[in-house]
Nanobody, 114 residues
Framework: QVRLAESGGALVQPGGSLRLSCATN????????TGWYRQAPGKQRELVAR???????VYTDSVKGRFTISRDNAKNTMYLQMNSLKPEDTAVYYC????????WGQGTQVTVSS
């Protein structure tokens, strides 16, 4: 059974930083892709950042230059470093792996507010 567990969500002021973590029991060095998505209230889930199997990283335009996706294959853990956070980044953040089937974590809440 595939397990994904996110952590690191919190309430943070605008301009602040957070690092999200996602630990899995899957050997992420062998999967087709890993990534982070988010879903704000009343909106569809959207891509934040992905790492493809060839190591290429993809970011949605609104987070480029502020967020960094990474992973530690030895720990089977992926990360999302989020800097210069804005209120519009408020959402539930989900990690994802594609094996080729897609598996999701349970989500972690990020709230950016003063």
């Amino acid at each position: 059974q595939v397990r994904l567990a996110e952590s690191g969500g919190a309430l943070v002021q605008p301009g602040g930083s957070l690092r999200l973590s996602c630990a899995t029991n899957v050997n992420i060095a062998t999967v087709n892709g890993t990534g982070w998505y988010r879903q704000a209230p009343g909106k569809q889930r959207e891509l934040v950042a992905r790492i493809e199997s060839d190591g290429v990283t993809v970011y949605t335009d609104s987070v480029k230059g502020r967020f960094t996706i990474s992973r530690d294959n030895a720990k089977n853990t992926m990360y999302l470093q989020m800097n210069s956070l804005k209120p519009e980044d408020t959402a539930v953040y989900y990690c994802m792996i594609q094996i080729p089937w897609v598996y999701w974590g349970q989500g972690t809440q990020v709230t950016v507010s003063s």
